[in-house]
């Protein structure tokens, strides 16, 4: 594995993190988003980032500064991606979103560039044809807050090259994450096909009017002794991200049940731009949840 140069495509809810953490970690990279102002707000959450990881990893500031020397940034596609070794895409959860993004970077990549995918929801054999170059695809899929939940997923398609999927697990490791191969593609992932049934369950229980939010994420901390429930772990996600995957799957099933739950998320959080933590109210209002408070499972 000899990756030097990483261009992160998408400074949102999780490309952000991976560049910071590949960059903490010693590599060169750089930040791709589609312009300028975009990859100003990457900066102040680069800022508030580096605050993360003095508390959580006890980084030095003097780690902290040659993290900063390590990254660029980069509005022009060709330019951001000129030098790089691997590219990890995190743009949009939507297949129209990247297979356009891949055919624009199939033009100005490299050959000697791997793309990785951070989907967290979709196949790498989505988009291997439209990358261009199949046998250097893969995906690589990180979970929320990676530099505490350093999980990363790696999963070929049936056309990936063994040797790339080897580099891509040493690189996983190569910056303090614990590698997970995937044997074979699985919608979903590892992670995700534990993850996804039970945050659908949650969001069913609330759209059908079952029980209220807070009920629901007590029901689940109480019972299982997990530290945060399905609507907390939504916040963390990004309500958009939900909102996406769920799209998704009511036009593709056309069930009612999907079908209500867009227009539910989309009357009460997308149209308001409460999208979780990242604008301060989704389920909950941060920094300071209810789910937080000592009192929550009173």
């Known amino acids: 594995m000899n990756y030097k140069n990483i261009t992160v495509a998408g400074s949102g809810v999780l490309g952000y993190q991976i560049a910071f953490q590949t960059a903490f970690h010693g590599f060169n990279v750089t930040v791709y988003d589609i312009n ?52 990890i895409e995190a743009v949009p959860e939507s297949p129209a979103i990247k297979i356009d993004f891949y055919h624009k970077l199939a033009k100005v990549a490299p050959e000697k560039t791997i793309f990785a995918t951070n989907s967290s929801t979709l196949l790498p054999s989505d988009f291997a044809d439209a990358t261009g170059r199949p046998a250097k695809f893969l995906a ?35 910056i303090g994450m614990l590698a997970l191969p995937v044997l074979k593609e699985q919608p979903g992932y590892i992670l995700n096909s534990l993850l996804v049934p039970l945050l659908a369950a949650a969001t069913n229980l609330l759209v059908n009017e079952v029980a209220d939010v807070e009920t629901i994420d007590k029901t689940w901390i109480k019972a299982t ?44 959080f997308i149209d308001k731009n409460k999208l979780g933590v990242a604008t301060g109210e989704g389920f909950y209002k941060y920094p300071n949840p209810a789910y937080e408070n000592p009192d929550f499972l009173k």
């Open 36 to 87: 300028d102002a975009v990859l100003e707000k990457a900066k102040a959450k680069f800022k508030d980032l580096s605050e993360s990881y003095k508390k959580d990893l006890k980084a030095t500031q003097e780690q902290l500064d040659q993290t900063f020397k390590n990254l660029s940034y980069n509005a022009d596609l060709g330019a951001a991606v000129a030098n790089a070794d691997l590219l």
């Open 140 to 174: 690589l899929h990180f979970a929320n807050t990676i530099w505490i939940h350093n999980t990363a997923e790696i999963m070929g398609h049936a056309g990936t090259d063994s040797n790339v999927f080897k580099d891509v697990v040493l690189f996983a490791k190569a």
């Open 225 to 268: 002794g997990a530290p945060v429930g399905p609507f907390g772990i939504l916040d963390v996600i990004g309500i958009t991200t939900a909102y996406n995957v769920n799209v998704i799957a009511a036009e593709k099933t056309e069930d009612e049940l999907k079908i209500k739950t867009v227009k539910y998320l989309k009357e009460h």
